[in-house]
């Protein structure tokens, strides 16, 4: 069974230092992607960051990057230098090729202190 | 620009009455999913189609119901049968058929409140 888990319900950072949201998933197929969005209050989607499972480095946009270990099934998101604007519910999420279906963690709720 | 549309932004209804929610996009996608979120909570999948007039159930299905008659629209239907319909409802598409599946883009949500 495909599984997305994100442990930290939520975490504080100060403001201009770096944060690591954990993201651990299970699945047997050999083809998938993983996903982190970003849900600010208002309750939009934004798309932040893509891995996809043969790809051999690390994902990067930006002020983010997600730390894929595939041998311990792990898609970390890194932020750096965070802004008060980073406050918000961040998801993890998994798709594989085998069904289209996107699974999505029960979210880390950030707080980016001034 | 391309996007997905969800409207209305905010729906009241009284306990009883059927309500449909719209979600149109202009990506030309050929997946579209709706999702279900309660305060605090992740995301958990209604409904979802890979292709025009062909949908599947999702993990929350009972109390909705959806149509994909056109491949720019997936409306979803939530039904006097949904228990505990007030949530916050987002509609999302794909694409579909690429070796490693891509990301979803999300429309901005519809908050629906029954009482």
């Known amino acids: 069974a495909q599984k997305i888990t994100q442990t930290q319900p939520g975490m504080f950072v100060q403001e201009k230092e770096a944060v690591t949201l954990d993201c651990t998933y299970d699945?047997?197929?050999?083809?998938?992607?993983l996903f982190w969005y970003k849900q600010p209050s208002s309750g939009e989607m934004i798309f932040l960051i893509y891995?996809?499972?043969?790809?051999?480095q690390n994902a990067t946009e930006g002020r983010y990057s997600l730390n894929f270990q595939k041998a311990r099934k792990s898609a970390n998101l890194v932020i750096s230098a965070s802004q008060l604007g980073d406050s918000a519910m961040y998801f993890c999420?998994?798709?594989?090729?085998?069904?289209?279906?996107?699974?999505f963690g029960t979210g880390t709720r950030l707080k980016v202190l001034a | 620009d391309g996007g997905i549309t969800q409207s209305p932004k905010y729906l009241f209804r009284k306990e009883g009455q059927n309500v449909t929610l719209s979600c149109e996009q202009n990506?030309?996608?050929?997946?579209m999913y709706w999702y279900r979120q309660d305060p605090g909570q992740g995301l958990r999948l209604i409904y979802y189609?890979?292709?025009?007039?062909?949908?599947q159930k999702g993990d929350i299905a009972e109390g909705y119901s959806v149509s994909r008659e056109k491949k720019e629209s997936f409306p979803l239907t939530v039904t006097s049968a949904q228990k505990n319909p007030t949530a916050f409802y987002l509609c999302?598409?794909?694409?579909?058929?690429?070796?490693?599946?891509?990301?979803?883009?999300f429309g901005p949500g519809t908050r629906l409140t029954v009482t």
């Open positions: 999302a598409s794909s694409i579909v058929g690429s070796p490693i599946p891509y990301e979803q883009y």
């Open positions: 699945t047997s197929d050999p083809s998938y992607g």
């Open positions: 891995q996809g499972s043969y790809d051999q």
């Open positions: 999420a998994m798709s594989t090729s085998g069904t289209y279906k996107y699974i």
């Open positions: 990506l030309n996608h050929d997946a």
């Open positions: 189609s890979q292709i025009v007039n062909d949908f």
